[in-house]
């Protein structure tokens, strides 16, 4: 059998719609799974595709049928099972192979990794790649992190399955090691944000206004041929519209109200304050997935302390403004944490590629990140995309609506996390003058910590002991 280009481990939901993907783009692959079953059902899925796909049942029969120097794709769950590959795999692999991790790694670990595997001599990629089943199968969105001889050795390849907008290939080298990892990490970030804004706005017409599901998602639907159109809004929009076969309800009637999570929100989190940033937006929509999942204690609580919801008025223009408003800032804190991190990891990320490589293919894939990307391009004021000048429009004109929604849905007894911790990053922001120096005079007078003084060089204490 002819040695393959790339080869492929782990046939999994994402591994085996990668396989095909690269199959069908006439591109040679060695398949291998840990459970052999699993290459058969891939063979049988791929039809006449199955002849690009070259199975092997053994690790060494897989990297023996890989070309020198090898590229070989990991798409098994992050954490141990990539270290246990990684220590079965070292002894079996050669100087200048390349070894590439496509799951959702936490990029300490892929730091950690490429570490590794470059004291032997060996290539080691972190693959951020998003989309779904679909986007794997018919083009991802890919976020590269590794060396630029990687790069060119994978670049022809991962540019012939990604996804496309209007003919650009959406995947790039962002820097080296880590950064393909952490720059999929804050796609979802911004992910759990975008949809947590989608399920508020969701109950408050819902809860607020008493519309059914398909209603809500016929006026979703109509907002998707808008400025608001995304990915996650459309699959919003039809979803709000199917019904159980079983009961005849609306589906989501049916669902329970408690979501899981595997984690990337929550490291995007973790790293912003590591980084002495701040992802409020996100860190609001990690926690109501947290509380979403207290369904015991929600109860318990509702009984105790009540869980009244006020009808509310408000029109759908203005929801979709505040949502348009929520969604910038929601954004903007993502692509903080980038710069942030490029910043201080040294890492010269591209804020720009990134929102075009995001365009198409991956989750969050919307009309905004078209914008965004023309405002990077643009260089904004301080790297600041609530400075760039066709961003500033928007939100002068879309906040307004924001925080009418807010303060109705507070009001009315609605929980709006994302909604108002976006608003509240806004107000906290556009404030040149805040409230800290409060904060300063209590450090001071509590522990003697100094603060500064307007208009004057050094450090000062207060009056406070005298
Ligand atoms: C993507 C998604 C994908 C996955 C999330 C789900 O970009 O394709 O983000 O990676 O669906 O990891 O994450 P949670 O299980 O944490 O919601």
């Known amino acids: 059998m002819a040695q393959a280009r790339i080869g492929l481990y782990g046939l999994g939901t994402m591994g085996s719609a990668l396989a095909l993907n690269l199959a069908e783009q006439g591109i040679p692959v060695a398949i291998g799974n840990r459970e052999t079953d699993g290459i058969g059902a891939v063979l049988d899925k791929a039809g006449p595709l199955a002849a690009h796909l070259h199975p092997h049942e053994t690790l060494d029969g897989l990297v023996a049928g890989l070309k020198v120097p090898r590229l070989l794709l990991l798409m098994i769950p992050s954490d141990a099972p990539v270290d246990e590959m990684i220590a079965a795999l070292l002894p079996r692999l050669a100087p200048e192979d390349t070894l590439i991790d496509g799951g959702n790694a936490d990029f300490h670990d892929t730091r950690r990794r490429a570490a590794l595997l470059s004291g032997h001599g060996l290539h080691y990629v972190g693959l951020g790649i998003s989309g779904g089943e679909a986007g794997a199968r018919h083009g991802p969105s890919m976020m590269f992190g590794g060396s630029i001889e990687s790069w060119d050795r994978l670049r022809d390849i991962l540019m012939t399955i990604a996804a496309r907008y209007e003919g650009d290939p959406c995947v790039d080298r962002m820097g080296p090691d880590g950064t393909g990892h952490f720059v999929k990490t804050v796609h979802n970030g911004i992910e759990y944000a975008e949809m947590q804004v989608l399920a508020e706005i969701y109950g408050l017409l819902h809860y607020g206004a008493v519309w059914p599901a398909a209603e809500i998602g016929k006026l979703f639907e109509t907002w998707a041929n808008g400025p608001l159109r995304s990915y996650l809004l459309e699959i919003t929009a039809r979803l709000l519209q199917h019904h159980d076969p079983e009961t005849g309800h609306p589906m989501v009637d049916v669902i329970t109200d408690s979501a899981g999570q595997k984690g990337t929100g929550r490291w995007s989190v973790i790293e912003a304050l ?101 405002a990077f391009r643009a260089e ?7 400075l760039a000048p066709q961003i500033v429009p928007v939100l002068q004109r879309s906040v307004p609506a924001l925080r009418q929604v807010v303060s109705a849905a507070v009001a009315a007894g609605h929980a709006v996390p994302v909604l108002s911790a976006a608003l509240q990053w806004h107000d906290t922001m556009r404030q040149g003058f805040g409230t800290a120096n409060i904060l300063q005079a209590q450090r001071d007078m509590f522990g003697r910590h100094g603060f500064a003084r307007l208009g004057r060089e050094g450090v000062f204490h207060g009056p406070w002991w005298d």
């Open 274 to 374: 590591r980084l002495g940033q701040s992802l409020s937006t996100v860190e609001a929509a990690v926690a109501a997935r947290n509380w979403s999942a207290e369904k015991d204690t929600r109860q318990a609580v509702q009984a105790a302390l009540g869980g009244a919801r006020d009808l509310l008025e408000i029109d759908a223009p203005t929801l979709s403004e505040a949502m348009l408003a929520a969604r910038i800032l929601g954004h903007a804190q993502g692509f903080r944490l980038l710069r942030t991190a490029s910043e201080a990891y040294d890492w010269g990320l591209d804020l720009a590629r990134i929102a075009e490589i995001w365009r198409a293919g991956c989750i969050i894939r919307s009309d905004l990140l078209s914008e965004i990307a023309t």
């Open 380 to 386: 904004p004021p301080g790297g600041e995309l609530i």
